[in-house]
């Protein structure tokens, strides 16, 4: 019998991780992501992407004269029109600057948008219980939240979840079939990082594939003029990742403990930088923040 699993596919590093494992573990995977009016809309271009090179993946039996594709992602694209201008949150378009920093500053509340994980799990847990009842099998609804989330985060916190999943169950015939999966609960951002890499090697992928792919930036970089790095060129009109919001310093600094660079493309406003340049400053925010 097959396992089916519902995942919030954001486009950044935690669900697009969680992708793979769910991949690695046999699951058939819907994958939801929800334009909101964010800012950076650019992770949900990152998540169409990650899904069409993971489904590209192909194997050649030569000897069958046949070609298998393992990999059957569904992807949709969830529009909440109209959402944006009713929210107050420096994610959203209309709102004020993204701050800049480390999560643990007073001034990251900013970046929390009202209730945005209990409008992405009610729709989450329709889906999850329809997928149930349409195959008369159990469903699991995939959950990347982990040990390193941040208690500026309200509805990222467990007692939150718990109350969430409750009133799914109270609310809906047949919710006894929908579970909660959530393999990430006790370990951190490079936890998650280091099972990315797990995956990859099991599931033939190439990482940097997969992580070039996603986006943890808060405050993506449109560059449209063409700019020239360490002697490679880089395209015109392409978005880059900032390496100064809280989300890309926790992105790097996993990184940074992986012991390999990051292939997202970086910029600041002066241009494209380097990995090092990357590396360095988010090195000398952690430095900071524990004297």
Known sequence: MKKHAVLSLSGGMDSSTLLLHLLKEG????????????KHKIELERATELVEYINGQFIVDEEAKTIDYPFNVKHQIIKLDGLAQLLNSTLVEGGAEVPEGHYAEENQRQTV???????????I????LSIADKNNTECSIAMGIHAGDHSIYPD??????????DAFIIGNWGAENVNVYTPY???????????????????????????????????PIYISTFEKLEGENYTPGK????????????????????GRPDPCSYADETGPVSW??????????????TK
Not at 30 to 38: E, I, N, R
């Open 27 to 38: 699951f058939e995977v819907t994958a939801l992501s929800f334009d909101y009016g964010q």
């Open 113 to 123: 948008v009202p209730n945005r994980n209990k409008i992405f799990s009610s729709i």
């Open 125 to 128: 847990q329709a889906v999850a």
């Open 156 to 165: 990222c916190r467990q007692d939150f979840r718990d109350a969430d999943f």
């Open 185 to 219: 609960l006790d370990t951190d951002k490079f936890g998650i990082l280091q099972d990315g890499e797990k995956c990859c090697k099991e599931l033939d992928l190439n990482f940097d594939e997969v992580y070039k792919r996603t986006n943890t930036s808060y405050k």
């Open 239 to 258: 978005w880059y990742s900032d390496y100064k919001s809280a989300s890309s310093v926790e992105r790097v600094e996993a990184f940074i403990k992986l």
């Open 276 to 289: 090092e340049t990357v590396k360095s400053h988010v090195e000398q925010v952690i430095l900071n923040h």
